[in-house]
């Protein structure tokens, strides 16, 4: 059944678009829980309860709360029946396109992460547990016996190179939008934004330097099959293993990039308003929000791909476990499958909690504080790692 | 180099302690910092999750605090005499003192001539009262009060807000019912 439309094969066609529809859906829930997250986990942090007020009225006097989630669409609809205030701009049409530079980038980095590993239809629908689903197994059982795919919307041998180009046009959002807006915090906002995005970017550059040497590769595919191989048949190759410096360094760098709470000078709520996006009211602020939300899990994804391994869980091989002590767990190819996709997801979870606590931990740095860390620490020691990775691959490497 | 102020030792006066490159680094601050906001996560993240309220928060309009001090300034009541009627003269001392002018008073005869007048209307717009106690200070006749308590002193109107004589005469605090209920800490 190899159709074709417009030299495109119509099966690969609907599986992709599936899973560009399933992997953008999961960034805005993941951005909507981010924003539920900000609300009850700084509750949890600071000895409160959160949003719970907010309520589907039921009968018999119960309340439909939902542990604060209905905070949030009370958020959305407020925001859309708010005034749609305009500020006298030279441009409107940069005033409104740069919600998009800060909102897209963060999405369409995330079409060259790979989710889990390849996948076989035809294999993966014969587990018992998919059995139910009415007439997919027999479909691809007997249509396409062979077809398998990467959960990964676009394969680009460019990967990691791609995620920067598009990651680097986010900060036009917010020097497009500092601009545009027609206003002094605004622009000092944009200003902060740009000067704190060139310092963070040559050192969290020169980190990911490191990774792409000891890996030799900018496919995040390859990237991510190279960490799950093992070192010395016990130890994962995993980025925070081979480069730990780096791990940290880019830590820090993309903490920064995302404009989050150490380093949220571009958006300092006691120094210039809002930033940036001062100027923008109801839905438009409210974009610009997701888009920081949806930011977070992006670097949560980063991090995961680049330093944890991507979606490959520790002696996980095609076929099942394979201990280093010996044993052997034989697991099924869906089972393979719904374990790699979970082990990115806990990842992912994980580093999207951790960048929350952050968040609601530090202080604001000095913006001299920032800029000393950001030249005269974290640059240093990325170039120091940098030599020393250079010098370990060149003398045979792992 | 720095500014001596004539009469003071000389020391320095801001803190500049000279901090290791551990410290500068910072990563060991965040992992400190971070340790101790993920102590209090954890703890009220179990409480949460074995049915407890976590956090150290008063719901309010259903919980009322226990520790509340004698002297705290809460609700206002009237103060009835032995047949029921108002303590009240209507003599608007509290009205003028009031420095939010919540308080809207209308006199009418009484039906004792030693008293003379009583209050038709007696009305206290509690979203607007700043619980100064102003008003009990200034009563001539005892007759207006605080309690200690602040229970149901919520509306989802701004007019179930305004409690007029009856309610005010009334000792018991009033149930609102409007007030939340069923909701999901």
């Known amino acids: 059944m190899e159709s074709s439309f417009l030299g495109i094969n119509t099966v690969h066609f609907w599986t992709y678009l599936f899973l560009a529809g399933a992997i953008f859906m999961f960034m805005f829930l993941m951005g909507a829980v981010m924003s539920w997250s900000e609300r009850k986990q700084s509750a949890q942090i600071q000895d409160r309860l959160g949003a719970n007020r907010a309520a589907i009225p039921l009968p018999f006097g119960k309340k439909f709360a939902m542990l604060g989630f209905i905070n949030n669409m009370a958020d959305a609809i407020k925001c859309l029946v708010k005034e749609n205030f305009n500020p006298k701009t030279e441009n409107k049409v940069i005033y409104n396109m740069a919600i998009f530079f800060a909102f897209i980038p963060a999405v369409l980095a995330v079409a060259v992460v790979p989710f889990a590993g390849v996948v076989k239809p035809a294999v993966l629908f014969q587990a018992w547990y998919l059995k139910w689903i009415p007439w997919l197994p027999e479909y691809f059982a007997n249509n396409l016996p062979d077809f398998s795919f990467r959960l990964q919307v676009a394969n680009l041998n460019v990967g990691l190179l791609f995620i920067f180009a598009v990651g680097g046009i986010n900060v036009f959002g917010a020097i497009l939008a500092g601009w545009s807006s027609n206003n002094k915090f605004s622009m000092m906002g944009g200003m902060r934004s740009a000067a704190q995005m060139i310092s963070y970017e040559v050192s969290m550059g020169l980190a990911l330097l490191g990774i792409i040497f000891i890996y030799q590769n900018v496919d995040i595919w390859n990237l991510v099959q190279a960490q799950s191989e093992l070192a010395w048949g016990w130890l994962p190759k995993w980025g925070i293993f081979l480069q730990p410096l780096a791990f940290f360094l880019f830590f820090a760098a993309a903490v920064a990039e995302n404009k989050r709470m150490p380093f949220d000078m571009p958006e300092a709520e006691s120094e210039i308003i809002s930033g940036y996006f001062t100027e923008y009211s109801g839905f438009k602020m409210l974009l610009f929000m997701f888009a920081e939300f949806i930011e977070i899990v992006f670097v949560a994804i980063m991090l995961t791909t680049l330093f944890f391994g991507g979606y490959s869980v520790p002696w996980l091989l095609g076929n099942g476990f394979h201990f280093p002590w010996g044993g052997t767990i034989a697991l099924s190819h869906a089972s393979v499958v719904i374990l790699q996709i979970l082990s990115f997801q806990i990842k992912v979870f994980f580093f999207c909690w951790l960048l929350q606590q952050m968040r609601w931990s530090l202080p604001r740095f000095r913006y001299d504080q920032l800029m000393h860390l950001g030249w005269k620490i974290l640059l240093p020691l990325a170039i120091i790692n940098l030599i020393i990775t250079i010098i370990i691959v060149a003398l045979g490497g792992f | ?185």
């Not at chain 2, 209507?90 to 002018?101: G, L, R």
């Open chain 2, 1 to 185: 180099m720095s500014y001596q102020i004539p009469g003071l030792p000389d020391m320095e006066y801001v803190d500049r302690r000279k901090r290791s490159f551990i410290v500068q680094l910072y990563y060991r601050e965040i992992a400190r910092g971070v340790w101790i906001t993920t102590k209090h996560f954890f703890r009220n993240l179990w409480k949460w999750s074995t049915f407890r309220k976590g956090g150290c928060v008063v719901l309010y309009p259903e919980e009322t605090r226990p520790d509340m001090s004698p002297n705290n300034r809460g609700r206002h009541v009237l103060v009835q005499r032995s047949n029921g009627e108002p303590r009240c003269v209507a003599c608007k001392m509290c009205a003028t003192v009031c420095p939010a002018e919540c308080i809207t008073i209308e006199a009418e005869e009484s039906a004792d001539s030693n008293i003379q007048k009583k209050p038709k209307v007696f009305e206290i717009d509690v979203s607007r009262c700043i619980f100064c106690g102003f008003c009990v200070e200034a009563c001539p006749v005892d007759a207006i009060r605080m309690l200690a308590t602040t229970e149901n002193l919520v509306g989802y109107n701004r007019f179930k807000m305004i409690y007029d004589k009856e309610t005010l005469l009334n000792w018991n605090p009033v149930v609102n019912d409007d007030v939340v209920n069923g909701y999901n800490p």
